[in-house]
């Protein structure tokens, strides 16, 4: 079997056991097509880590979790066939143009992904990719047992072994599955996972643009900007995740998934459907690497924070309670991992903060030392003050999140990678010059998808407002059954500066 | 007027900006595709598979392994040769094997000049040292060093 063969097949063992639970909270949309593999994905990092707490093999757990996932779905549609596909999907009449948009963005934005994975034709395995992320998946196949030794033996020096399991969780389903143990199928296996990343990120672009089209006369304008801005985002993020993207390395995934997060959870109008997306990008990240748990929590109370909303402080229950719960279930399960690892004493599962002696020595070169991978904040923040000016009536009005959202994501982000740098004990030049580039992935992306999602809404200030015929003529029927604009009201409460 | 002047301001800079930045990535990933790329990762490639399967020679399935050796780079490379497969052993003492690499031998038989060594306890108390076959690259010192 060769290795596109076999990328194939453990794409599509993720993708299966993904696919009932995207399609059952995500609905019929472009963007579950990739959110399908990555849900797959978090299942096999939850199989890992369950074959890690409870014993059992890797693929048992994961055929498990899977059939579970699937029987959840069904008991759902039994009991609360309201909830069921049929009612989440979106019945748009009358726009064709809406549908053909969808599907063309949808194309434009796989070739875009397939073209930039063309740095594969260089079979490249990554320092760190060989050294851990596509070596481990050979740990997950041994048993428990020796599973236990090898997470902990000293004399295996590597600490970074205790990171969160979900690249090579997923690296070793597709090693079981076609019994093919190469580094170069863990490295495949890991670059089509970042471009399902990066195609759900660039899909909420495009999804952006649909949603602005319904706002304004000219349609067009908005639908055909937000798959040229997505076009264009897809091939930005290949240049800045480059030579990370194809050679086994987990910060692009990570980095993508919670660019993705931010643009379906914080940017996008809220509805069932981006937040059922943000939540697995935001588990997605979460369980790829360590700075992605510290950036996908944040990420879970803004996302949390935003679903409550000012309604939700005020005492709405049901703005309330349903984000909590939500935040509560993502916040365990990303948590899973690492109590786990320090309840078996893995090796790096202490922390490696220390009181540094030169707080403001390793400020200083942190700022240095990151600021050239940041070029894009000097385009994006005077965009952004300018847009939110001006144009936040536009973006109110065509129902975008409020861009202080992404910002806050981006800053939390940022703050935590700049944070484990000046508190940490190693030597920060060093540091720096080898991972400087990688951690600073997600805030750069983040800064071009705020640039790209303000593109899509100025161009709804160029265009006259829809009338009400045009707005009735999208959507029909109970907007709770159309999985839009359920909770509109409250989209930008909570920073309230739209209102 | 401001909000239509505002308007195509934003969006022509942010498109402009886009496609400017879109060319710069779509050229630094055509520099994944150099020869030199190319030719790096190859030989990477070939000195891991040499290093693997010079272990294999050495290591019976199910035998526990300890790696040995006071260099980091060599515990590293050991790691990223075999680290997946090796049953390794928890305590050290307990291994019936110890691997370690030699460096600097040059010659056939060799993955660039290191070659992979078990030392084992024969049933009578001597000690055995037998060197990994099986595998060989050419040329010298390790493979070069990939981005971090």
């Known amino acids: 079997m060769s290795t596109v063969v076999a990328t194939l097949a453990g794409i599509c063992a993720l993708g299966a056991a993904g696919l009932l639970p995207v399609l059952a909270t995500v609905g019929p949309r472009w963007y579950a097509v990739p959110l399908a593999p990555l849900a797959g994905a978090v299942a096999a990092s939850l199989a890992a880590t369950a074959s890690l707490t409870f014993g059992g093999a890797l693929l048992d757990w994961f055929i498990g979790i899977a059939v579970l996932g699937a029987g959840a779905v069904f008991a759902l549609l039994v009991v609360r066939p309201d909830l069921g596909l049929r009612a989440d999907a979106p019945r748009r009449t009358g726009r064709a143009v809406d549908r053909v948009a969808g599907a063309a963005g949808f194309l434009v934005v796989v070739v875009a992904c397939a073209w930039s994975l063309r740095g594969l034709q260089t079979p490249t395995v990554g320092f760190d990719a060989r050294a851990l992320w596509v070596m481990r998946p050979g740990w997950f196949l041994h048993s428990h047992a020796q599973l236990l030794v090898d997470l902990r033996a000293r004399d295996l020096v590597l600490t970074q072994s205790a990171y969160p399991p979900l690249l090579s969780a997923s690296v070793a389903v597709a090693w079981k599955i076609t019994g093919i143990h190469t580094a170069r199928l863990g490295v495949t296996m890991v670059a089509v996972l970042d471009a399902c990343a990066l195609a759900a990120a660039a899909l909420a672009v495009v999804q952006a643009g649909r949603t602005v089209a319904v706002r304004v006369a000219r349609a067009w304008v908005p639908l055909l900007t937000g798959i040229a801005a997505a076009a264009l985002l897809v091939v930005v993020a290949a240049g800045s995740t480059e030579p990370f993207l194809t050679n086994g390395y987990a910060d692009p995934l990570w980095s993508l998934a919670a660019v993705g997060a931010v643009a379906f959870g914080l940017q996008l109008r809220s509805d069932p459907s981006t937040r059922a997306a943000a939540v697995i990008l935001v588990l997605v990240a979460g369980m790829s690497k360590n700075e992605g748990f510290v950036t996908a929590v944040a990420l879970v109370v803004l996302v949390a924070a935003r679903s409550v909303g000012v309604a939700g402080l005020r005492g709405a229950r049901d703005r309330l309670v349903t984000p909590l719960v939500l935040a509560v279930c993502e916040l365990a399960a990303l948590a899973w991992w690492p109590v786990l690892m320090k309840a078996i004493h893995a090796r790096g599962a202490s922390s490696t903060f220390s009181a540094s002696q030169d707080l403001a020595h390793r400020t200083d070169a942190v700022v240095h030392g990151l600021s050239p991978y940041l070029h894009v904040l000097v385009l994006a923040l005077p965009l952004a003050v300018l847009g939110g000016l001006v144009l936040r009536g536009v973006r109110r009005r065509v129902e975008v999140g409020n861009d202080l959202w992404a910002w806050l994501a981006l800053g939390t982000g940022l703050v935590a990678v700049a944070s484990a740098l000046v508190t940490g004990s190693g030597a920060i030049g060093p540091w720096l010059l080898s991972t400087a580039h990688r951690i600073t992935e997600y805030p750069a992306l983040e800064g071009w998808w705020i640039v790209g999602i303000w593109a899509v809404v100025a161009v709804a200030g160029l265009a006259a407002p829809a009338g009400p015929a045009a707005h009735d003529a999208v959507t029909v029927g109970d907007p709770a059954a159309a999985g839009v604009g359920v909770d509109t009201p409250a989209v930008d409460d909570l920073v309230g500066a739209d209102r | ?148």
């Open chain 2, 1 to 148: 007027m401001l909000v239509p002047v505002v308007s195509a301001l934003v969006a022509g800079i942010a498109l402009v900006a886009l496609g400017g930045q879109a060319v710069r990535g779509a050229r630094t990933v055509d520099v994944q595709l150099a020869p030199h790329a190319v030719h790096d990762a190859a030989v990477d490639d070939a000195f891991y598979a040499c290093i693997g399967t010079q272990a294999h020679s050495l290591v019976r399935p199910g035998q526990a392994v300890t790696l040995g050796g006071t260099d980091l780079a060599d515990v590293v490379t050991m790691i990223k040769g075999f680290g997946s497969w090796v049953t390794v052993a928890d305590p050290p003492s307990g291994a019936d094997v110890t691997l370690t690499l030699h460096d600097g031998t040059a010659g056939p038989g060799t993955c660039r000049g290191t070659t992979v060594v078990a030392t084992t306890r024969s049933p009578d108390g001597r000690t055995v040292v037998r060197v990994g076959s099986g595998a060989q690259v050419s040329g010298q010192g390790p493979p070069p060093a990939p981005p971090l």
